[in-house]
């Protein structure tokens, strides 16, 4: 297993839909792998094959025990329904340190195909449904800046982030954020997917 880099904000392969998985190959099982390792590591909820340089359709989502028994790595994944609405901070490892409230359906269902071939559906409440439905997001090309409707949060925030992702990439700061305390870190990686 490896970790992956991660592409951010500004990579074309993060604004542009990601492709069909046609075959579960040991390449599609080997980049399963590899992006659950590295979401653990960059301490996210979850991960879409885009995120690390993949245009294609998996994501990765691990909510904890609370939400979900195992991760669950979907293929071709597509929401079947969504309803309610949940507003609250959101978060993106390809968008470093930039939290603000998005606005997202509550409940949703998606159906999906495992890495064994089978088709499976999930039930998604809360940050659960707000992490499935952000993960494929990403494999269409959107953001969730693109849910942010302050315009001055986006004014604000954005140069920030920008120029602490150049700083990521010459080195001068790491990959993973060093959170002064554990609780903090617990708190903000809640929804950072
Ligand atoms: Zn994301």
Do not use: W
């Amino acid at each position: 297993m490896a970790i992956l880099d991660l592409k951010y904000y500004g990579a074309s392969v993060l604004t542009r839909p990601a492709k069909p998985v046609k075959r579960i190959d040991r390449e599609l099982l080997k980049l399963a792998q590899d992006m659950l390792e590295s979401m653990y590591h960059y301490h996210g909820v979850g991960l879409a094959a885009p995120q690390v340089g993949v245009s294609k359709r998996m994501i990765i989502v691990d909510c904890g025990e609370e939400y979900q028994e195992e991760p669950y790595i979907l293929i071709n994944p597509e929401v079947v329904s969504a309803e309610g609405k949940q507003f609250g901070p959101e978060g993106c490892l390809s968008l470093p340190e930039f939290f603000t409230d998005v606005e997202r359906p509550d409940k949703v269902v998606v159906e999906a195909m495992s890495l064994e071939g089978k088709t499976i559906r999930i039930n998604g409440q809360g940050l659960l449904a707000r992490a499935l439905l952000h993960e494929i997001d990403h494999l269409n090309g959107v953001l969730f800046t693109e849910l942010v409707s302050d315009e001055e949060v986006l004014a604000n925030e954005i140069p920030v982030m920008k120029d602490r992702i150049r700083k990521i990439l010459s080195g001068e700061l790491p990959a993973v954020p060093e959170y002064e305390e554990d609780i903090e870190l617990e708190d903000r990686v809640a929804v950072e997917a």
